[in-house]
């Protein structure tokens, strides 16, 4: 992602089944659903203009010293507001704001 450009968003979620993402740095949780600590909006870096739809069979389950990770449903990668003001300058990204 270094010099990419992250648009600022609200998250939704791209399928019925995936209600979160999480930010790649920090790994704060993006939701549009109920949680304390949850964020509806951040930056996200979509490698190409629509997201890509990855099929079931391609969302493997794997199983990592006692974690089950399961590959999310597009290829969008999402940056909270606070990791993307740290490291703005160092990976050299863009940031844009959606116009009102």
């Known amino acids: ?13 791209p399928t019925e089944d995936w209600d979160h993402e999480h930010c790649v740095l920090c790994f704060a949780t993006f939701t549009d659903g109920e949680g304390e600590d949850r964020l ?9 203009p629509r997201p890509r ?24 990668q999402w940056v ?10 160092y990976f050299r990204w863009t940031g844009e704001k959606a116009s009102p």
């Open 1 to 13: 992602m270094h010099g990419a450009r992250l648009r600022w968003t609200r998250f939704q979620p």
């Open 80 to 89: 909270c507001a606070a990791c993307f003001a740290d490291f703005e300058n």
């Open 53 to 76: 739809m990855i099929a079931s069979e391609e969302k493997r389950t794997t199983f990592r010293d006692g974690h089950r990770i399961v590959r999310a449903p597009t290829d969008d």
């Open 40 to 48: 509806l909006e951040g930056y996200v870096f979509r490698p190409s």
